[in-house]
C-alpha cells in the first residue's frame, strides 16, 4: 500500500435506525440530510490527505440521491473531493444491498471501507469480509445513539484515519486494530451467522419487529465485550464485569427466570433511553474457541440487538468467540500516530489554496 | 413440540391469514372482474399490501377509527366491513356499504370505525386528527388512524396534520404504505426526504419503518404505536415498506415497471406466502389448515359477485335521497 | 323587553349556551382564546376581533386554539363531527377557505351522500365575510355562492342579532355541515335579543318590511342597505318589500316567490360579485317560476365583477350602496310590460 491511486469505500444504510426502539424508548433518527453530511465530511477528510478515489454503495434510500445533488453544487463551487463512483450493482433495499457492496468493494481492493450505520450494519459488512477473507479493514461511524460497536466520534476524524492508513502514512502494525466476535452456530453449522458485540438468547422465538428490547424474555448473552459505557444489551455484562473490546475472551451471562430467583437484580441501560431490572442468575468469563451450548429448548438468537435466528426444541445452538477475526481502522491510535510523527506538518505554500504536497512527500 | 412462539394465539393467526386471504381473493377477483367490463368506474387494487392492514387492524376495536385510501378495499376488510355490502357497492347495487353512491373510492362504515376510503389524496389525515380528537374527549382509549400512500405523503394536508396531532397531542397514527409508487410516479423521484421516519421526526413524532410485507414485523411495531397512544403518548409515524401486485388503478398497463419487477415481487414479496411459510415452519398452524381458509375466502367473494351480479341497480328514487339530514 | 346587545355578543351568548347545553359542542380555530403557550395571559384575544372572548374561562379546554393550519384544523372539526362531536370551527375570514376547501367541499359537503346516508357530518364554520374593512382583495369576499353551489352543505348569512343568536345555535344543533357567514361590518351592530336560549328554522326568509310597489331580496349586510333605501323611496312614495333571505342553502323561495306575486317587481341585492351570484340565482328562479307575475325586467345591484379593493374610495364604490338600491327601484318600476 502507499503506491499508486489511494482508493477507500464507503457503505452507508439509509434505513438504520429506524425501528421499534424509536416508539418504545426515545432512540434518536439521524435523517438522511446528516447522514450524507457525515460522508461529505468522510469525503473531504480522505480527499486532503490524498485518497482521491471512493467507491461507493448506491441505495434507494435517498443517500446516493441527495449526495449526488450535493457533490454537484460542491462542484460548482470548485470545492475539492476525490471522485466518488457508486458500485455497479442494483439496489434492492435489504441488508442484501450490504453484504453484495463488501462483495464488490474487496474484489476491487479497496484500503479500508468506512460504514456508517449501526450494530446490524457493521455486522453484515464484518459477516461478508470475513468470507472474503481479504483482510480489508473497516472504520465504523454510528448513526444511531443504539449501538455499541460503531464509536460516535465526529466523521472528519475517522476519515483522517481512514487516510493515513490507505495511504500508508502510517503502517498497518499501527493503524489497525483485531477485534472479537461470537460465532453463532445451529446444528452443528447447517446455519451458520456472526455478532460483533452481542449473541442475545430469547424465549421470543419470533423475529416481528426485529429489534430485540423485552428484558422479560432474555434468557442468555454472549458479549465480545462488555463496556460499561455502551448501550443496549452488552450494557447488562458492562454492569457486571466489564471486558474490553481488545481484552482477551468474552462474556456469558445467564439471566434468571424472575427476580424470586435471581442471585443479582441489575439496573442496565438495555436501549437509549431504557433502563431495565435484569434478574442475573450467573456469568461467567467465555475463552476464545470454546463452544458454549444454549440450553434453551426453543427461542430466538438476536445478534447485535436484531432477532435473526429462531430454533425450535431439538436444535443444537452453540456459540464460540473467536478472537482476531477482523481489522478495525484504530482511529485514536492514528490520529496520535501522526501527531506523534508530525505527519500533517508541511511547509508554507501561502499561494497555494489546495496544496498537493502528499503527492510529493518522502516515501 | 416448542409450542407457538408467536405473540398471538392460534385463532388470532387464524384470523390474520383469513383477513389477508380474503383481501386477497377479493382484490384479484376485481381484476379479473374489471378487465371483463363488469365493474363501472375506478378500482384501485390493495393485493400484495395486505399484511399492512391486517398486521394493523388486528389491534383495534370498532370504537377505533380509520380514514383509508383511494386503495381501500384492504383496510375495508380488515376493519371488518362487510365483505357483501362492499362487493354490492364497487358493482354499484343497492344495498352496497354506501347503497351504490360511493363506489369503490367511497367505501365507508362508521359502524366499524371505518370512515371511508377517500378520492382525495391526504384528505384522511386531518379527519383522523378530529376522530382522534373526539377519542380524546371520550377517554376510553380509542385511537384513530390515517392511511396514506408514499405519494400522498407530500399533501399539505398531511403534514399539517402530523403537526396538529403533535401539538394537540392526539391518540392518532400516521400509516405511510410505502409501495414504491405514487401512481406511475417513484417514490424515488417524488419524495424530497427519503425517508418517512425523517418527515415524523421533523415534527417531533417517533416514526418506526417496518417490512410491510412481514404480518409480524408490522404486527408488533403496529402493537407498540397503538398501545403508546392509548396510554396517552401521543401521535406516532409508521411506514411500511410494500409491493403493489396491480397498477395504480386497473387498465394500468404499468410499462414504468423494472423488467422482472413484478415476477420478482409476487415470487419473493408475497406477504400471505411469507405468513404461510413462518406458521407452518414454526409447527403452529399446517398447511392443511390453512387450505380450507382459502377456499372459504374464495367461496365468501364467489358469493359477494353472485349476489353483487343479481341485486338490483338503484333507481331515480335513490338519486336525490340523502344529501341532507334535513333540509 | 329584551336587551339590546350586538351581533358580536350574540354570537358569543348563542355559543356559550349551547356549550353549556351539550357537552359534545367544542370550538376551535385561530386565537379563538388566544396567548396559548406564551407567557402572557390566556384568552388575550378571544377570537382576531374578540367574538369569542371569555368563554374559555367558563368552558376551559373545549375552547382550542389551533395553529395556523386551515385545512388540517376544518379537516379535525369535520372528522371529529363524524364521530359523535359538535365541533364549531372558526375560519376567521371566508377567503380562507382557499386552503381548506377540499375538506369543506369533497369531505363534508359529501359524507352523507356519498356513504349512502349513513354518516352525519354536525360541524359549523364560522367565518367573516364582505367589505368595509379596508381590508383589500383577500379578507374582504363574500364567497358565499361558492358555497351554495354545493350540495351537502348549508349556508347561513344572518343580519340582526337576534337572527344571529337565533341561527347560530340551530346550526350547531343541526346534523348537517354549516357554513355559518358573519359581517364583519354588522359585529357592532346593536339590536333586541332574548336572553333565553333559542332556534331559528333554517329556509325561512324573513320580511323585514312590507310594501306594495317592488319586491327587493337581500342578506347580510345588504339587508341594511335596502332598508335605507326604502326610507327615501317611501318620501317619493314607493313602498318597497324587503325580503331578508337569513339562510342561502336551504333557500327560503316561497316567501321570494309570494312577495313578486303581489309587487310584480324584483330587485336582487346581493353583496358577492355578480357571476352566478345569490341574486343571479334568486333572479333566474323568478323567471322560472313567476314569470307571469312579472311587470318588469328583473335588476340585480352587486358589486362590479373585480377584486375587492383596497383603498377607500374604491372601496366605497365597490359596496352596493343604498342610492345603488334605490335606483335599482325606481328603474324596475319605470321599466314594465305593455
Not at chain 1, 442484501?96 to 450494530?119: E, H, N
Not at chain 3, 402572557?40 to 374578540?50: I, N, Q, T
Not at chain 3, 359529501?110 to 346516508?117: D, L, N, Q, T
Not at chain 3, 364582505?130 to 379578507?139: E, K, M, N, V, W
Request: net charge negative.
Amino acid at each position: 500500500m502507499g503506491e499508486g491511486p489511494a482508493t477507500i469505500g464507503i457503505i452507508a444504510n439509509p434505513v438504520s435506525a429506524r425501528d421499534i426502539r424509536r416508539v418504545v424508548a426515545n432512540a434518536s433518527n439521524l435523517q438522511i440530510a446528516d447522514r450524507v453530511n457525515i460522508v461529505l465530511r468522510v469525503l473531504t477528510a480522505v480527499h486532503s490527505l490524498g485518497v482521491n478515489r471512493v467507491l461507493m454503495m448506491p441505495d434507494r434510500g435517498g443517500i446516493r440521491a441527495m449526495l449526488s445533488r450535493h457533490l454537484g453544487r460542491e462542484r460548482n463551487l470548485h470545492h475539492q473531493f476525490p471522485a466518488v463512483e457508486f458500485l455497479d450493482m442494483e439496489p434492492i433495499s435489504t441488508v442484501d444491498d450490504t453484504f453484495q457492496a463488501a462483495r464488490l468493494l474487496q474484489a476491487s481492493g479497496v484500503a479500508a471501507i468506512v460504514v456508517l450505520g449501526g450494530d446490524g450494519t457493521h455486522r453484515a459488512v464484518v459477516r461478508e469480509l470475513m468470507n472474503g477473507d481479504t483482510g480489508i479493514p473497516i472504520a465504523g461511524l454510528s448513526t444511531g445513539t443504539n449501538n455499541a460497536f460503531p464509536e460516535m466520534r465526529e466523521s472528519t476524524l475517522t476519515g483522517m484515519a481512514v487516510a493515513l492508513h490507505a495511504t500508508g502514512m502510517i503502517a498497518p502494525e499501527y493503524a489497525l486494530a483485531p477485534n472479537k466476535l461470537i460465532e453463532v452456530s445451529i446444528n452443528e453449522g447447517q446455519r451458520h451467522d456472526i455478532a460483533l458485540v452481542d449473541a442475545v438468547i430469547s424465549h421470543e422465538r419470533h423475529i416481528g419487529a426485529r429489534a430485540l428490547w423485552k428484558t422479560e424474555s432474555l434468557h442468555s448473552l454472549y458479549l465480545t465485550f462488555a463496556d460499561p459505557e455502551a448501550i443496549g444489551l452488552s450494557a447488562i455484562g458492562g454492569m457486571l464485569q466489564p471486558v474490553g473490546r481488545r481484552d482477551p475472551g468474552g462474556l456469558a451471562v445467564h439471566l434468571a427466570d424472575d427476580g424470586a430467583s435471581a442471585g443479582v437484580l441489575l439496573r442496565a441501560p438495555i436501549a437509549p433511553g431504557m433502563l431495565r431490572d435484569v434478574p442475573i442468575a450467573h456469568w461467567e468469563p467465555m475463552p476464545a474457541g470454546q463452544a458454549f451450548t444454549v440450553p434453551l429448548q426453543g427461542g430466538v438468537v438476536a445478534l447485535d440487538g436484531e432477532r435473526e435466528m429462531p430454533f425450535d426444541a431439538g436444535d443444537r445452538v452453540r456459540v464460540t468467540l473467536r478472537e482476531n477475526a477482523f481489522s478495525t481502522v484504530d482511529v485514536a491510535r492514528c490520529l496520535h500516530t501522526a501527531a506523534h510523527m508530525g505527519l500533517l506538518r508541511h511547509p508554507s505554500q501561502p499561494h497555494r489554496r489546495h496544496p498537493s504536497w502528499q503527492a510529493t512527500r518522502s516515501p | 413440540m416448542a409450542g407457538n412462539p408467536f405473540p398471538l394465539s392460534k385463532a388470532e393467526l387464524l384470523k390474520a391469514y383469513r383477513t389477508m386471504r380474503t383481501i386477497r381473493e377479493f382484490e384479484e377477483r376485481l381484476h379479473v372482474d374489471f378487465g371483463r367490463g363488469d365493474i363501472p368506474g375506478f378500482v384501485h387494487l390493495y393485493a400484495g399490501e395486505e399484511a399492512a392492514a391486517a398486521g394493523i387492524m388486528i389491534h383495534l376495536g370498532d370504537g377505533d377509527r380509520i380514514a383509508s385510501t383511494h386503495r381501500g378495499h384492504g383496510h375495508c376488510i380488515a376493519k371488518g366491513v362487510d365483505v357483501g355490502e362492499m362487493m354490492l357497492e364497487i358493482y354499484g347495487k343497492k344495498g352496497g356499504s354506501c347503497n351504490g353512491k360511493g363506489g369503490s373510492m367511497h367505501i365507508a362504515d362508521l359502524s366499524k370505525g371505518m370512515m371511508g376510503a377517500n378520492g382525495i389524496l391526504g384528505a384522511g389525515a386531518p379527519l383522523v386528527c378530529g376522530a382522534a380528537l373526539a377519542a380524546k374527549y371520550r377517554k376510553k382509549g380509542e385511537v384513530a388512524i390515517s392511511f396514506v400512500g408514499d405519494g400522498a405523503s407530500n399533501q399539505g394536508t398531511f403534514l399539517e396534520s402530523l403537526n396538529l396531532a403533535a401539538v394537540w397531542n392526539l391518540p392518532a397514527i400516521f400509516v405511510v404504505e410505502n409501495n414504491g409508487y405514487a401512481e406511475s410516479t417513484s417514490r424515488d423521484y417524488g419524495v424530497a426526504v427519503d425517508s418517512y421516519v425523517d418527515r415524523a421526526a421533523g415534527f417531533g413524532l417517533p416514526g418506526i419503518t417496518v417490512d410491510g410485507t412481514d404480518f409480524f414485523a408490522v404486527y408488533e411495531a403496529a402493537g407498540e404505536i397503538i398501545r403508546r397512544a392509548r396510554e396517552g403518548g401521543g401521535p406516532s409515524l409508521l411506514e411500511c415498506k410494500m409491493v403493489r401486485f396491480h397498477g395504480h388503478f386497473e387498465g394500468d398497463a404499468q410499462t414504468y415497471r423494472g423488467p422482472g419487477e413484478l415476477d420478482d415481487i409476487r415470487a419473493n414479496h408475497d406477504c400471505l406466502k411469507k405468513f404461510a411459510a413462518q406458521v407452518t415452519a414454526a409447527g403452529v398452524i399446517s398447511a392443511d389448515e390453512l387450505a380450507p381458509i382459502d377456499r372459504e375466502a374464495l367461496a365468501v367473494v364467489e358469493d359477494a359477485v353472485a349476489r353483487a351480479k343479481a341485486a338490483p341497480l338503484p333507481t331515480v328514487a335513490d338519486l336525490t335521497t340523502d344529501v341532507y339530514v334535513s333540509y | 323587553m329584551a336587551r339590546k346587545i350586538s351581533m358580536k355578543q350574540a354570537i358569543n351568548e348563542a355559543l356559550d349556551q349551547e356549550m353549556a347545553r351539550d357537552p359534545s359542542v367544542i370550538c376551535m380555530g385561530e386565537d379563538i382564546v388566544g396567548g396559548a403557550g406564551g407567557e402572557g395571559e390566556r384568552d388575550a384575544w378571544g377570537g382576531v376581533l374578540g367574538v369569542t372572548k371569555g368563554l374559555y374561562a367558563k368552558h376551559g379546554d373545549r375552547l382550542m386554539d389551533t395553529p395556523l393550519s386551515e385545512s388540517a384544523y376544518i379537516g379535525a372539526a369535520i372528522g371529529a363531527a363524524a364521530c359523535g362531536m359538535r365541533p364549531v370551527a372558526e375560519l376567521m375570514f371566508i377567503d380562507f377557505m382557499g386552503v381548506c376547501f377540499d375538506q369543506i367541499f369533497n369531505q363534508a359537503a359529501k359524507f352523507k351522500y356519498m356513504f349512502g346516508g349513513k354518516a352525519e357530518t354536525p360541524v359549523v364554520i364560522r367565518a367573516m365575510v364582505g367589505a368595509g374593512f379596508r381590508a383589500a382583495a383577500q379578507h374582504s369576499q363574500m364567497l358565499t355562492p361558492l358555497f351554495t353551489h354545493i350540495p351537502g352543505i348549508k349556508v347561513v348569512c344572518p343580519s340582526t342579532p337576534y337572527d344571529t343568536k337565533g341561527l347560530l345555535i340551530q346550526a350547531i344543533r343541526d346534523n348537517d355541515p354549516v357554513i355559518f357567514c358573519e359581517h364583519k361590518n354588522l359585529y357592532g351592530f346593536e339590536g333586541e335579543v332574548p336572553e333565553a336560549s333559542y332556534a331559528i328554522p333554517f329556509g325561512e326568509a324573513n320580511v323585514v318590511r312590507d310594501g306594495r310597489d317592488a319586491t327587493v331580496v337581500a342578506y347580510g349586510l345588504m339587508v341594511h342597505r335596502a332598508l335605507e333605501a326604502a326610507a327615501s323611496l317611501a318620501k317619493e312614495g314607493i313602498e318597497i318589500e324587503i325580503v331578508d333571505l337569513r339562510t342561502l342553502s336551504p333557500i327560503d323561495m316561497d316567501t321570494v316567490l309570494d312577495s313578486v306575486t303581489k309587487t310584480g317587481r324584483l330587485v336582487c341585492v346581493d353583496e358577492a360579485n355578480p357571476r352566478c351570484s345569490i341574486a343571479a340565482d334568486v333572479s333566474a328562479q323568478v323567471a322560472m317560476r313567476a314569470f307571469g307575475a312579472l311587470k318588469a325586467g328583473i335588476e340585480m345591484v352587486t358589486p362590479p365583477h373585480v377584486p375587492v379593493p383596497f383603498s377607500p374610495p374604491l372601496e366605497d364604490l365597490y359596496i352596493p350602496s343604498a342610492a345603488q338600491v334605490a335606483a335599482a327601484v325606481r328603474k324596475t318600476l319605470k321599466g314594465g310590460r305593455h
